[in-house]
């Protein structure tokens, strides 16, 4: 069984830069698809980018396309969400997941295709 932890929020000015990590243990992830989603308050959960099982191709939330970068260290069993030029908008929990089953990276967009979930991270851009 794997274990998602994701840290490395917190309280950032807007324009700042923050870098999530999600390190998972229990087993390699190195098989699986991975995504960061975000659920401000209030709001539903929704998706933020993800990532393949070799980290060679990536998708993102056109609200983020730019302005993060995901990406993954098989050797580390972890994933990293590397978020610039901040914005008071991008204030959620972060929560990063995993997908067992293989589909077409765009699919990765819904919540309801992947397995395993982190209990999140606090993610605040004051203005």
């Known amino acids: 069984q794997v274990q998602l932890v994701e840290s490395g929020g917190g309280l950032v000015q807007a324009g700042g830069s923050l870098r999530l990590s999600c390190a998972a243990s229990?087993?390699?992830?190195?098989?699986?698809?991975m995504g960061w989603f975000r659920q401000a308050p209030g709001k539903e959960r929704e998706f933020v980018a993800a990532?393949?099982?070799?980290?060679?191709?990536?998708y993102y939330a056109d609200s983020v396309k730019g302005r993060f970068t995901i990406s993954r260290d098989n050797a580390k069993n972890t994933v990293y969400l590397q978020m610039n030029s901040l914005k008071p908008e991008d204030t959620a929990v972060y929560y990063c997941?995993?997908?067992?089953?293989?589909?077409?990276?765009?699919?990765?967009?819904?919540?309801?295709?992947?397995?395993?979930w982190g209990q999140g991270t606090q993610v605040t851009v004051s203005s």
């Open positions: 229990g087993r390699t992830i190195r098989r699986y698809s």
């Open positions: 997941a995993a997908a067992t089953r293989y589909y077409s990276l765009s699919d990765y967009t819904y919540d309801g295709l992947y397995d395993i």
């Open positions: 990532v393949n099982y070799s980290g060679g191709s990536t």
